[in-house]
């Protein structure tokens, strides 16, 4: 098996989008090859250091979810082998445990953000004027408090980059529509109270998460890309969480803190990541799978 993958090299698929994480290849017209890196973004800024098996992680807890959840939406995920698509040893060790053969789809324009627990830009929002995108939440709640209800709060999508920028749900309704986003939060609060149940009976607790949906020929709403893992979704253990401090999470929390440390200005290029920071950060996103995945 080969080392941390920081870049894929496909000679045979044409590649279409290297994103933060995640290398996209066209098998056809109906299909793309996803293959996760170990590549880390903070501040969304690549580092140059990969988080070795990161990208295995996130691929085996996207193939979970997208099975335990099917009953909830549709997905993207084929059953198709993506080690069947490349000729030679050295691909194929690129896309052993890491890859996805996925329906090809026009992704919506905007992120399902739900939030259960109060923490983040949620947070930040809440202490400024009392809401999150819109949303009024009560008076006198603390920093990573357990929601009422969770809520969702659409995010833009934005360019490579560029940050996502919160909305509220009237912006995202003129963006694709409010049928479509009426949908898209129904799934998506279905979704993360499904997870947030199951997790918190293998000891995690998922403050937040971010969906994105895509719609097939049909019309339908179909989920896509990654589902309820350490990028897209902040985990908690259970036993360490208090209402009024955010717990250590099971994701790049470990890295930011580091980079926050150290004061670098998270402006590209981002530094390397000493042997340390690696091995932790590496260490909190196989935990997270171990525990998430019987």
């Not at 933060?20 to 109906?30: L, M, N, S, T």
């Not at 050295?90 to 992704?107: F, I």
């Not at 949620?122 to 603390?142: A, F, K, S, T």
């Not at 589902?227 to 897209?232: A, C, K």
Request: glycine share 8%; charged share 30%.
């Amino acid at each position: 098996m080969m080392g941390p993958l920081l870049t894929s090299e496909l000679s045979g698929l044409r590649l279409l989008n290297r994103g933060k994480v995640r290398d996209v290849y066209e098998i056809d017209a109906e299909r793309l090859l996803i293959v996760a890196t170990d590549r880390l973004s903070a501040f969304d800024v690549v580092s140059p250091t990969p988080i070795p098996d990161k990208g295995r992680v996130l691929t085996a807890l996207s193939r979970f979810w997208f099975g335990y959840l099917g009953g909830i939406t549709a997905h993207h995920l084929t059953d198709e082998d993506p080690l069947a698509l490349v000729g030679t040893a050295r691909e194929r060790d690129q896309l052993a445990g890491r890859s996805l053969v996925v329906r090809r789809l026009a992704p919506l324009p905007i992120e399902a953000i739900v939030r259960g627990y109060l923490v983040g830009s949620g947070w930040r929002d809440y202490r400024r004027g009392g809401e999150v995108c819109g949303i009024r939440l009560p008076d006198g709640l603390r920093e990573a408090e357990r929601l009422e209800q969770p809520i969702f709060t659409p995010s833009t999508k934005a360019a490579a980059g560029a940050h996502d920028e919160n909305i509220d749900f009237e912006q995202a309704s003129r963006a694709v529509g409010r049928d479509t986003m009426e949908r898209v939060r129904e799934l998506s609060l279905r979704l993360y109270r499904q997870a947030a149940r199951y997790a918190l009976t293998r000891g995690i607790i998922i403050a937040d998460t971010k969906c994105e949906f895509a719609l097939d020929r049909s019309g339908a709403l179909v989920l896509i890309d990654e589902v309820f893992t350490p990028d897209s979704s902040r985990f908690w253990p259970a036993d360490g969480y208090a209402p009024g401090r955010v717990p250590a999470s099971f994701d790049k929390q470990y890295v930011r803190d580091y980079l926050e440390r150290i004061g670098w200005d998270k402006r590209p290029p981002a530094p390397a990541l000493p042997d340390e920071v690696v091995a932790e950060t590496a260490r909190k996103y196989r935990e997270a799978l171990e525990r998430l995945v019987p």
